[in-house]
C-alpha cells in the first residue's frame, strides 16, 4: 500500500529583505491511510511552513526543494487545474484561528457549501448541497439548524467545529489541522480532540495536527514528530515519546505543560536561573495580611436586546500579601471582567473592591494611589506596549505619571534588573519589535514592578508565549513572590499552570466562584462537579493521587 | 535617556527619508516644491515689484509671448511670468494656513470625539456631520462675502469647511489605537486623560495627519483658487485664482489669449499634483501595507 502523504527531504526557503531564510529543511516524514501524525514545535520551528506546503498555500516568496507525494502524485509538480481539484477534495486543512478563518457576513451553511460547490462536476441540486451540509454539521455534532447561523452568533468551539465540517466537505483523505484548539478552553479543547479521533477512526482519514502543545497531541495522534529550528529532531510513538523523550528540546516542550498533581512540577517552573527557597511558613503567615478584596462584587452587562447577562455574580475573592492566587474558569466565564473591575478599570455595579482594608476610590486622588499599588500584566505583551516607546520610556512610564522620587534611570534599571533582563542597560533602547516574546513580557513586568506594587494582577500572562519561555515567566512569578513578597492574581484557563506556581486556586464559572482553596484541596480533591469536569477534560490526565506527599 | 531617544529619533527619520527616495514620483513632486517654493520667496529679490504696478506697467496690453515678455502680457501690459512667479506667493500661503487652520481643528475634533466617547463623541461627531454634509463652497462663498475682503478671510473661510474629513479619519485611527491593550496597561498605570491622549493616541495618529496634510494642501490651494476665481478674493494681490478670473473678465478668453489663461491654469495643476505625489509617498512610507508587492 502507497503512504497517503510522503514527504522526501523537504526544504522550505523564504526570500526575505535579509537574504534567504531557510525555514524547513531535510524533513522527512510519510502518513498511512487512517493514521495520526502530531508536529509539535515553538513558533518559528516551521511546523505550520510544513503543514501548508502540503497543499502549496505558501506565500510566493517560499521555494520548496525535495517531494511532497500526496496518493503517490507530486504536488510540487502540479499543474493549476490538478492541484486546484486536489486541494480540499484530496487534503482539506482546518485553519488556526476559527474566529477569523470563516467570513463574518456570511452563514456558516453557505460557507460549508462552498467546497462543495467548487468541487462538483456538474452543478448540484440545492436540495442536494442542503442535505450533505446537514450531514456535515451532523457529523462534528451540531445541529443542523445551526447552517443558518452567522459565525458571530457561535461560541469559539462551534466555529471550530465548523471549521471541521467544512474540511470535511468533499471527503478528503488527508486532514490537516493547524493548532486546532489553541484559542479554545479546556472542555472544548477535550470535545473537539474527542471529535478529530472520532472521525479518523470512522472515515480512515489521516490527520496532521499542528500544535505547540504536546498533551494535546499525544491525546489524538499515534505518532509524534518534534520540529526545532526546521528540522525533526525526534519522531516516534506519542507514548514512548512522553515517557521517555529523548532529545532536549522535546523534555523542554514537555516540562512546559506539567501535569496536574505531579509532585516534580509543583512550585517548579521550567526555568533555567534556580529559584531561591520557599520562606519559612511562620514567616509567610506573620505577613498574610489581606491587601485587594473583592466583597459582593456584581457586573451586569446589557446585551443588543436589553437581556440581563451576570458576568460577575456575587464575587468575594481575597488576595493577601505573599501569595499567589490562580483565577481559572472557561471563557466566558467572567474572568476577564473580574480583574478588569478588581483593576477599577470598570465600574462594579455593585459590591465593593478594598485595598489594605480601604475602599477603592472611583476617582480622584484615591484612585490614582491605588494604581499604584495594583498592577495589571495583560494577556498578550506584543500589544501590551507602545510598538513606538523604547524599553526606558515604556518601563519609565508608571514613575513618571506617579512621580515617583528617585533618579529615574535607577528605578527603571533596577525594575528591569528585577524583572531579569540582564543587563538591563543593554535592553534601554530597544524597541519592542526588536525584542522576543518572553523578554516583551518581562518589560511589561518590569514597567509594573517600577512602582512597587503590592499585587500584580495577570491576565493569562504566558498563554501567547512559547513553551520554552512559559516557565521562565512563571519562575519570575514565582521568584518575585518568594524575594518580595509580591502578590499576585493570575487568570487563566490552564490548571497546570496553576498547579505549578500557585497557592490558592478561586475556580470561576458563569460568574460566581464555585469553588476557593488551596491548590492541594481544589486540584486534588475536587468537591465541585465543575472543578471535577475541568479536571477531567486535562488531555494529560491528573497524576494519582497516590504520588501526592505535602 | 534623552540621547537615546533623540538618536533613535534621527535613525527613525533617516529611514523615513530613505523609504521616501525610493518613491521615485514622490522625490519628482518634492523636488518641484521645492523649487517652486524658493522662487516664490526669492521673488521679491530676483524681480522687480514695481512692475506690477498697472500704471507702470512695462508693455502693450495682451501680447503674444516674446523675447522680453517669456509668457506674453496681460490685459495691462504686465508679464504672465511676473503675475505667476507672485501668484505662487498668495497660493501656497494660503493653501498651507489653511490647511493647518483644518488639520488642527480636524485633530482635535477627532480625538475628542474618540478618547471621550458618549455625549461628547455625540455631539462632535453631529457638527462634524453637518459641516461635512453643508456644501463647502457655498458656506466659504458665504462667510468670505459676510467677513471683510482679504487674504485672511479666505484661509479662515477655507480651513473651517475642510476639517470635517480630517476630523472623520483622526477619529477612525484614534479608535483602533485606543482599542490597543497598551491604552488599558497605561490607564492600569494610574495615566490621566491627558497623558493617554499625549503620549499614546497623538503620536500614535500625527504620521497619518502629517501624510493627510500634504493631500489637505492641494485641495486648498484648488479651493483658494476658486474663490478668487468667483472675485471673492482680495483684488489687490496676484494669485493664479484671481488671474484666471481678469482673464475671463477682460475678454481674454475669448480673444484667444492663451498665454494669459495657461501659466496660472497649469501652475494649480502642477503645484497640486506634487502636493498628492508628496501626500500619497508620505502615506506608503509612514503605512507599510499600502505597499503592496513589489
Redo the contacts between chains.
Sequence with gaps: MTALLELKNLGVTYRTRDGEVEAVKGVNLSLAPGDTLGIAGESGSGKSTVAMSVLRLLP?SARVTGEIMLDGEDVTAMRWGRLRAVRWAGASVVFQGAMHALNPVRRVGTQIAEPIRLHAPEPLPESAVKARVAALLEQVDLPPARAGAYPHELSGGQKQRVMIAMALACRPRLIIADEPTTALDVIVQAQILDLLGRLVAEHGLGLIMISHDLSVLAATCARIAVMYQGEVVEHGGSGQLMTAPRHDHTRALAAAFPTVGDPASRFAPATSTPLPPEPPEAARRERADVLLAARDLRVVFRDRTGGRIDAVAGVDLQVRRDEIVALVGQSGSGKTTLARTL?A?RKPTSGTVTYAGAPVPASGAG??RF??Q???V???PA????P?H?V??AV???PR??RLPGD??EIVVAALEAAELRPAEAF??R?PHELSGGQRQRV?IA??LA?RPGVLVADEPVASLDASVRGEILGLLLRLRRELGLAALVITHDLGLAWTIADRVAVMHRGRLVEVGTVAQTLLEPRHDYTKSLLAALPGGVAARAQIQF | MSAITRQRRRAALAGIWREFTADRGGLAGLAVLVVVVVLALLAPVITDAAELDVIHAPGLPLRPPSGRFPLGTDVDGRSVLLLTLWGARISLLVGVSATVLSVVIGTIAGIAAAHFGGWVSGILLRFTDFFLVLPSLVLAIALSSVLPQGVATIILAIGVTSWPTTARLVRAQTLTIESRPYIERAKALGGGHLHIVGKHVLPGVLPLVLANTTLVVGNSIIAEATLSFLGLGDPSVVSWGSMLQRALTSGAVTGGAWWYLVPPGAAIVVIVLCFTLVGRALETVLDPRLRGTR
Excluded at chain 1, 383 to 386: E, F, M, T
Aim: aromatic share 2%; proline share 3%; glycine share 8%.
Design positions: 510566493k483593576l478599570l484612585l490614582k494604581r499604584r495594583v498592577q495589571l495583560p494577556q498578550d500589544s501590551a506596549l507602545n513606538r523604547t526606558y520610556e519609565a512610564e508608571g505619571i506617579h529615574e534611570r534601554l533602547g524597541l511589561v514597567g509594573a512602582l
